[in-house]
């Protein structure tokens, strides 16, 4: 029998849908921020505190959104080696990725996948062996940083959570910024903070703090019905769900 074969995350993307319009949000934001060295940010880590905080799924809808809004050429890598997600997410091969680069088995360019989008593009986890720690070679990610920005506008790596696994921290000290995801009213602001010093510890440069899931906690901030109606009249002052996250969030 021919087993049904996964729905990519292209069918559900929506260029109108919130999501979408707070990925743009996002770039938008990071398209006015420089390095402390003047140069544009081009390359950036979407990490998070812990697992499961909805990583994967961001990385791979701003990089989607932000090749469709801006024409830009983007590419999305998969940095997380122990639970890779970007292959199931775009219905493509594990093997032929990252770690292939990265032990020196593969050229670069035979590894970047073409998508329906023809500037946006995929480098997947590549072969994982796990019976083996995949080391992380540093100066070989850094050049493929280097090789990649001559071809591409905006790099986005989806990498492994912070706290639990310490190649965020080479992956955080090459690349132009970071973007920590938080899943609202789930991770602790302890532990967010914690996160936070480690990737300051680590030479790496914060872009921002994302919010995840935000509708689950906070649900008439994402019904653009009601700003589309009501928009004029008043947001209701006593929510509780609008104290979930000043209390959640890191000021
Ligand atoms: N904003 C969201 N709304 C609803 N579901 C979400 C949202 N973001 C992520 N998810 C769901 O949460 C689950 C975990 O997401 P994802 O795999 O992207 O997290 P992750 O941080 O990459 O996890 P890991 O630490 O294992 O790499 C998935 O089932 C995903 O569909
Ligand atoms: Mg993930």
Do not use: W
């Not at 310490?166 to 903070?193: N, Q, R, W």
């Not at 019904?223 to 000043?246: A, F, L, M, Q, V």
């Amino acid at each position: 029998m021919r087993s049904k074969k996964r729905k990519s995350i292209f069918s559900y993307y929506d260029r109108e849908s919130a999501a979408a319009i707070e990925m743009r949000r996002i770039y938008s934001h990071i398209s006015r921020m420089t390095k402390s060295n003047g140069s544009p940010i081009k390359s950036v880590a979407i990490t998070s505190a812990t697992l499961g905080e909805g990583k994967s799924t961001v990385a791979a809808m701003f990089s989607i959104s932000i090749a469709d809004s801006t024409g830009k050429n983007v590419l999305l890598v998969d940095s997380d080696f122990r639970r890779p997600k970007i292959n199931e997410l775009f219905n493509i091969n594990l093997k032929g990725g990252l770690t292939d680069i990265l032990r020196g088995d593969l050229p670069l360019s035979s590894c970047i996948r073409e998508t329906i989008f023809s500037n946006f593009k995929i480098i997947s986890a590549g072969k994982i062996s796990p019976r083996h720690q995949v080391f992380f070679n540093k100066e070989g990610f850094a050049e493929l940083i280097n090789k990649a920005k001559y071809h591409f506008d905006l790099i986005v790596f989806d990498c492994p959570p912070i706290i639990p696994v310490s190649d965020v921290m080479d992956i955080s000290a090459e690349v132009d910024g970071v973007l920590i995801l938080v899943k609202a009213g789930k991770t602790p602001k302890e532990v967010v903070k914690r996160a936070v010093d480690l990737i300051d510890g680590s030479e790496g440069e914060i872009l921002g703090v994302v919010l995840n899931d935000v509708e689950r906690v906070l649900p008439y901030y994402y019904d653009y019905n009601y700003y589309n109606y009501k928009y004029k009249t008043s947001i209701p002052k006593s929510s509780r769900k609008r104290k979930i996250i000043e209390s959640d969030t890191i000021k």
